[in-house]
């Protein structure tokens, strides 16, 4: 399992601009990337389905039984950006039917979040001040966040799916998977070991207030926790840019019921 989420950045002249800032903000917190790969032709093999490399992961990381026994799911880690010398504490709770709340704290700034209590989605962020998620933001946010689908890797929220070959990724054989967004049509790659059946990273373009973010993610260093297994290593690239995010904790179950109460500052902006 990886985090939902996912940065972007750039550097001016050996520092970090506020827009620069804004930019890594609104990609981190999303949690997802993309990059140009070239073609591949097809192994001269029959290709396993989509639904069958899928369903092969979910066993891999202890089988949808175990995984529709979860009711919330809370990451802590660590975002780094070595480039720019920026780092965070991260913050990542997911919760059924279809709740999620991102947090970082980044020293300088404050606390960046963004969220959805399942009806509405909003972003805070010190740099913009609060805002209402719409359009495609808006539905990209309640895609991400429907928790069992995300864990199950359902193939529910997709208009498409499709094995499309065996490529060299992070270092091994992988299964090329190429999945659209029902919710945005927006078309994303995920990469699947041969040998282990695991997700060995994705890349895709996310929406932001910014516009599009695309990059690639190696995810890897799988831990088990409640017998559940997740990634806690995620590194994602962005044009010259690494972003880096380390789990050091997962816990399952018991998240508070108000944890994904819609801010303070938020609130007005509903009413109006």
Not at 31 to 43: C, F, Q, Y
Not at 220 to 246: C, H, S, W
């Amino acid at each position: 399992m990886s985090l939902t989420a996912p940065a972007r950045a750039r550097v001016a002249r050996g520092s970090l601009s506020a827009r620069a800032l804004r930019r890594a903000a609104a990609g981190t917190l999303a949690l997802v990337a993309a990059v140009a790969w070239p073609a591949h032709r097809a192994a001269a093999q029959a290709l396993p389905s989509a639904d069958s490399v899928l369903a092969r992961h979910v066993a891999a990381v202890g089988g949808k039984e175990a995984l529709m026994r979860l009711t919330s799911v809370k990451q802590l880690g660590r975002m780094e950006m070595p480039g720019v010398g920026l780092s965070a504490d991260a913050e990542v709770l997911l919760a059924a039917p279809a709740k999620m709340v991102t947090r970082m704290t980044i020293p300088g700034i404050g606390e960046v979040m963004n969220g959805t209590d399942g009806e509405v989605a909003w972003s805070v962020n010190p740099m913009q001040g609060p805002r209402l998620l719409a359009d495609k933001e808006l539905a990209q946010t309640k895609e991400q966040s429907d928790f069992y689908a995300a864990l199950t890797m359902s193939p529910s929220v997709y208009s498409s799916i499709q094995t499309v070959g065996v490529v060299d990724f992070a270092g091994e054989k992988a299964y090329k998977v190429r999945l659209v967004s029902k919710a945005t049509d927006v078309e994303m790659f995920r990469y699947f070991s041969v040998a282990s059946g695991l997700m060995v990273g994705y890349d895709l373009t996310t929406v932001t207030e910014m516009g599009t973010v695309s990059a690639s993610t190696v995810v890897g260093d799988y831990k088990d926790f409640g017998g559940v297994r997740f990634a806690t290593r995620n590194e994602t690239t962005m044009g010259p840019q690494k972003i880096l995010l380390t789990l050091r904790e997962v816990v399952l179950n018991g998240a508070p019921a108000d944890a994904f109460a819609v801010p303070e500052a938020v609130r007005p902006l509903i009413r109006k």
